[in-house]
Each structure stands twice: as C-alpha cells, then as structure tokens.
C-alpha cells in the first residue's frame, strides 16, 4: 500500500513523522448521508538528529515542515485553513510526544455545499469510542466544493484545508497489520464512526447568514443551568445573528455574555408574564423600528409562545397557530381535548364543591392551569387534602388551577420532531416517581413535590406501549393543528403492563402486579410543551442520539426544511447507550432559612468518588453558597445539581445513578 510522509521538525533534536496511504477510503456512502474521504495520519516520534538544522525558536503560529528530502519550510497557520485546523496539528503532535505513536483522522465531504452546522462532527463524535479530542475546523456556513484531494500530491497543509474536522483516537499498542509496527485504527472505533456520522452533514448550495429574534431568556444564568446557553450555541454554529428582546435587569444584559447575540432591545413597561394583550403589538412596533430584514422569531417560555406565532403572522414570518399553544400550554384545555373532565378554578371551596359535585374517587392532581418546572402540582388522597394543596398553588405565580383524577401508571417524557406534519424523529424516556406519587402518609405534604429525580433514556417500556405512545401522541399533536415544531411532551401510560418496584435496592419497571383493568394501555397527557425540553434536560438527548434539539428548533424556526431534517438524524443504530439524568433537589428543614451553605456539590463528589467520573459525562451545580432556595412549601421548586450518567447496561447505568444520588452530600443553614 502506497504512502505519503512528511516531518514536522520541532527543533533541532526533534522531529515529528506523519504518514498517510494514498488510497482513496471513503465512508458514510449510502443514501441520504454525506459521503466523506477520510485520511488516517499516523504521528511517530523521529528521535535521531535530523541532519539539517532549524532555528531553535519556532512561533507560535508555525511549524517547520520537510518533504522528502528538501530543507524544512517554516508554515504558517494560514496554510492550514484555520486556527482549529492548526491548533489540532500541534495536539496531536504533543499527544504523540508525550504517550507514543498516535492515529489521527481527518474528514473531507465529497458533497459540494454547506455544512449543516460547524460544529456537527464533535456534536456528533464527542463520545466516540477510543477518541481523545475532535475539533470542527469549520466556521459556520463553510462551504466545500466536494472534491477528493490527490493524496500522493497533496501536502499537509492542504489536506488540513480540504478537511472539515479532525478526530485524534486514543493511543493503543501497535497493530500488526500489514507488518507495520505502529498502531491502527480500531474496528470497534471504525463501527462507531460509521454509526454516527451517517448523516447529511453536508446540505447542497450555499447558504447566507439569518437572523432570527427570541422573545425572553430562561429565569436561570448559565451557571444555574439556563436553556439560553444552548439556543446561543446553536446559532452561532448555524450562522444565525440573534436579536433578543427581554426586559431591563435581566442576566443576559451582563457584560460577559454580550458577543452571544447581535443586538438586545429592552422591552418597555408592556412586557409581563403572562403577557398583556397589547405585548404583540409592541413586539412587532420594536422589530420594524430595528430596521434589519428577520428571518424568524421564536420564544421557548410556554406563556410567551401564543403572543410570538401572533408576531410571526403580522410580519409574516414562520410560525405555528396561535390557537394550538392556546390550548398545548393550558393543562385544563388541554385535558378538555383529550376528552377528560377536569375542574378549573381558583378557591379551595370551589374544588371541593366540584369533587362531591362529580363524586370523584381519590387520589386527585391539583395543578396550576399554567406553570413551569412543576411548581404547585400536589396529589391529595382525600377532601382534607385540597384546601392546603390550593394554599400551595395561590403561592405559585399563576393562581387558577385544574384538578382531575391522578393516573398511577409510570410517567414518560415523549419528545417529537415534526416537520410539515411528518414525525422526524421521536424518542421516549421514563421520568421515575417523585416524591409526591408516594402513598406514604409519614412524608410532610411540603416535601411531596413532583420535582424529576431521573429521567433514563431510553425508556423501558414494553415495544407495544411504546409504539401505542409514539402513534398516540403524534397524532394528539397534529389533532392540536400543528405541523412542525419539537415537542416535549409529559404523559403516564393508563393501564401499562409495568410499574415501578425496587428489586435488590434499584428501582425500575417490572412486571405489575396491580389488579388488571380491562381495556388496553392507553397514554394520559398531562401537558404538552411545544418547545425542547428545559433546564439542561436536552443535553443529554444530544449524549443518547447525537441530536440537538435547539439546532432543529432554530431551523424549523427559519424554515429551513434540508437543515431541519438533516439535524433530526439520530445515530445509525440508535440510542448509543443508557443515558440516566440525575437531578438533585433542595431538600431542608422548614425552620431553615434557606441559605445553600455549600460549595460545588459536583466537584466535591468526584473529587471524593473519582471512580464514579467514567461513567458521567455531564454535570452541573446550579446553586451557589450564600444563595437563598426558598423551601418547597412555597410551591417552589429548585434543582440544586444534575449528573448525566451513561453505560451500556442500563442495569449499571441505575446502579450508579443511585450511588450517585445517595453520595452528594450539601447542607443549609
């Protein structure tokens, strides 16, 4: 096999080989993805004194390259493309220096376009097996003219020019093929690479810079794990400008966080929550004063998403029906198009008036018609129950509420990706009990909250009823009048064939063994969140399936159809592992004052427990030390830290979650 080798000369004692065969290896080649010629470089250390001489010192910004026998070329980071495709080089050459012989891949589309977005190849290759670094040497909207380069010819440099990323793998012995004594590429790594980046990462034609405007940032700063991060990423990453409309005094006004976005415009005295009648006349007023051509609006707080599809009509814009998130974001219209009988009201006397009313059986869900992060849902099991869990809900920022019968069949959350009607991509993950599914009377009511303790990816639910709920719901969604858009749904399955029971300290769905009811599962929509899921949740979707729901949302947003199905793309063979979100809420006395008297929670358990890191790729403290948490009994809800956790054994992936969940420690004061 013919090869091509280069020597990157570090000094005068020191030099770096680099060989690559000549052959062409292309992967990917199927319908519908883009195919790719992948060049496998192989950096060896040169230990002999070169018998040429080089300046001592080398820039920052250049290496000293040889070519057969030529004196060495001193060659600028211009000559590689750009600073990442550069900054690789010297990476790998330092990963090669300090472990020995190391494999690293780069990646030249064969398709003329754009890229999908820059930073497609570490989104999707960033837990590839025996992979050290990746890096996109792509900005946003780059362009490729789909040609292979001649590779007996091509220089380095200019393979670094051709190539879209870089993948430096793990070092590993030497391999045998061949004869040659230095190391190879792994199969189990070429099956992986192959699984995930079959995808359309190429789009066809160029592309131009958009511009989009979202309406109001997540409550949280990034550092209490706000979703806003997420929506910049995937902006800047697809070539979007952002315009963001929120009111004075809120995080993103910060200094720090100003290149996230091209302009902010302060909202006057007319902006609220909910917002007032007039809110959308005044929105639309500020984006024709910004004087910019926007391409998309878009706004991810449920009690704004009715008042931007009104914006988006006026300016003629993409959007959904104002009157489908009318009735999606209110869990009492919503439970009325489901074709169940809920309550809606504002007193205790009125539920209670209505319960005897109905004659309705206990255990019943009280819930604020409109709220967020569960804050006011209480089970009550008896007529004693109400008055105390409406006191909770007036305490909440929206005060009306709903109350129907409570379904005891396991929760799940079931995100969607709709695009003109047709379901892109859906994906299902049991949401485990909370502490207010509990029957045990001996809890105080103030701690029964419904706040998410694991959310495990993928679920585990029997095909059929997984099947039924995919069918089911997507149905439920288009039924609602929309046609595109991510969707994250809440449900329970009525009547599932499991249930939640704890076998040898782990708890997980088993067989039930409740008394069966006749009639088939059913699924039993709680609520209906036309947006990706919240607080960090939607990472660990992008760990499981390599898609980041953001991204499709800003596409979707533009009406980018080729982007939007291309993003929506999971791996090959699907989930790659167990993905188990862990999230760790405040839990104190009531005579506390409520001040988090602890430092990172995060680093201090790994930094007790490094043997629990392997397995987390994720993690989060989202409380600082001096902050004031309100108590749970405020109908206030709070996460103080998340942990994702992954195996291939969803098994090993619960046993850990609940190591993890019983060793963070934190206290209050």
């Not at 006397?349 to 967020?372: C, H, M, V, W």
Request: with cysteine; charged share 20%; net charge negative.
């Amino acid at each position: 096999m013919a090869e091509k080798e280069v020597t990157i000369v570090l000094g005068n004692r020191v030099a770096v080989g680099c060989t690559w065969t000549t052959s062409q290896d292309i992967k990917s080649d199927a319908a519908g993805n883009t195919a790719s010629q992948v060049v496998d470089i192989v950096f060896t250390m040169n230990h002999a004194s070169p018998n040429y001489a080089v300046p001592q010192i080398i820039p920052d910004n250049a290496v000293w390259i040889l070519n057969g026998g030529s004196q060495p070329e001193l060659t600028g980071m211009e000559a590689f493309g750009s600073e990442e495709a550069f900054r690789f080089l010297l990476s790998c050459i330092q990963a090669t220096r300090s472990s020995g012989d190391r494999v690293a891949r780069l990646i030249i589309p064969l398709l003329e376009g754009t890229i999908v977005r820059s930073d497609i190849i570490p989104l999707r290759l960033k837990d590839a097996i025996a992979v050290d670094e990746v890096t996109s040497f792509s900005g946003p909207l780059r362009s490729f003219a789909g040609n292979a380069p001649s590779l007996d010819m091509v220089s380095l440099p200019e393979l670094f020019r051709f190539s879209a990323g870089g993948i430096l793998l793990q070092h590993s012995p030497p391999g045998r093929e061949a004869g040659f004594g230095r190391p190879v590429v792994p199969l189990a790594f070429e099956a992986d690479f192959t699984n995930k980046m079959s995808v359309p990462w190429i789009v066809p034609g160029p592309a131009t810079r958009k511009r989009i405007v979202l309406v109001g940032c997540s409550y949280r700063d990034p550092s209490s794990g706000a979703w806003t991060t997420f929506v910049c990423d995937a902006a800047r990453a697809l070539g979007i400008d952002l315009v963001i409309i929120e009111k004075p005094g809120c995080w993103i006004e910060r200094a720090e966080f100003s290149h996230w976005y091209e302009a902010l415009l302060p909202a006057g005295t007319w902006w609220s929550n909910p917002p007032g009648d007039d809110m959308a006349d005044h929105i639309v007023a500020m984006i024709r004063s910004y004087g910019k051509k926007v391409d998309g609006i878009v706004a991810f707080l449920e009690p704004f998403l009715v008042t931007v599809s009104r914006v988006a009509q006026q300016l003629g814009l993409p959007h959904q029906p104002a009157e489908s998130y009318k009735i999606a974001t209110d869990k009492y219209k919503l439970g009325i198009f489901e074709g169940r009988r809920p309550f809606s009201g504002s007193t205790a006397d009125e539920a209670l008036s209505f319960a005897s009313r109905e004659n309705l059986s206990y255990p019943l869900i009280l819930k604020p018609r409109l709220g967020l992060n569960s804050e006011g849902v209480v089970r009550v099991d008896d007529a004693a129950g109400i008055e105390p869990a409406v006191e909770m809900i007036q305490k909440t920022f929206f005060k009306s509420f709903t109350m129907e019968k409570y379904c005891d069949g396991p929760e799940v959350d079931v995100n969607v990706i709709l695009l003109d009607g047709e379901v892109l991509f859906c994906e299902i993950s049991d949401d485990f009990p909370k502490p207010g599914d509990a029957q045990d009377t001996t809890v105080p009511g103030s701690q029964r909250n419904f706040l998410e303790t694991y959310l495990v990816h993928p679920s585990a639910l029997p095909s059929r009823e997984l099947e039924m709920l995919q069918i089911a719901i997507s149905a439920t969604i288009r039924r609602l009048g929309f046609s595109s858009g991510i969707m994250h749904v809440e449900a329970r399955v009525d009547r599932s064939s499991v249930e939640y029971r704890s076998v040898h300290g782990i708890l997980d769905l088993q067989p039930s063994t409740k008394v069966a009811v006749p009639g088939p599962p059913t699924p039993w929509v709680l609520e209906i969140n036309p947006r990706p899921p919240g607080l960090t949740a939607s990472r660990i979707i992008e760990s499981v399936y390599g898609i980041d729901y953001f991204g499709v949302a800003l596409a979707v947003a533009l009406d980018d159809k080729d982007r939007a199905r291309a993003l929506s793309r999971p791996f090959l063979n699907g989930a790659q592992y167990t993905g188990v979100m862990v999230l760790i809420g405040a839990e104190f006395a009531e005579d506390c004052e409520g001040i988090f008297d602890s430092d990172d929670v995060c680093e201090e358990l790994l930094a007790r427990r490094p043997d629990l890191a392997r397995n987390i790729n994720r993690y989060g403290c989202l409380a600082k030390r001096g902050q004031k948490i309100p108590h749970p009994s405020s109908g206030a809800n709070t996460f103080l830290a998340y942990f994702n956790i992954f195996s291939k054994s969803r098994k090993e992936a619960l046993e850990i979650a609940t190591v993890v969940r019983q060793e963070v420690r934190y206290s209050f004061r």
